[in-house]
């Protein structure tokens, strides 16, 4: 069973904008806070943003005030709003639930972010 879908990735400028969505099964959503990890080439995977099931949000200090991450309840999905991309912020992005500071679910395909200089 597929637990999480992420998409919306893909080939943007420096200072660009993308939204990228992930549908969770509702087992993993209804219950979790959710985040949003990336995974740079040869680093770890890190966690950029986390919004709780009522809704309170936080951010990494590297996405703050850039990103946005919000959650519709109606439709087990996720969202992360990227704007004034940077270089930097090229990894494959992940989403995942979160309890007791861990993740939850299956790791997804995760969707690949390029930001070109």
């Known amino acids: 069973q597929v637990q999480l879908v992420e998409s919306g990735g893909g080939l943007v400028q420096a200072g660009g904008s993308l939204r990228l969505s992930c549908a969770a099964s509702?087992?993993?959503?209804?219950?979790?806070?959710m985040g949003w990890y990336r995974q740079a080439p040869g680093k770890q995977r890190q966690l950029v943003a986390v919004?709780?099931?009522?809704?309170?949000?936080n951010y990494g200090e590297s996405v703050k005030g850039r990103f946005t991450i919000s959650r519709d309840n109606a439709k087990n999905t996720v969202y992360l709003q990227m704007n004034s991309l940077k270089p930097e912020d090229t990894a494959v992005y992940f989403c995942?639930?979160?309890?007791?500071?861990?993740?939850?679910?299956?790791w997804g395909q995760g969707t690949q972010v390029t930001v070109s200089s």
């Open positions: 995942n639930g979160i309890a007791n500071g861990l993740a939850v679910g299956s």
């Open positions: 509702r087992s993993i959503f209804s219950l979790n806070a």
């Open positions: 919004i709780t099931s009522g809704g309170s949000t």
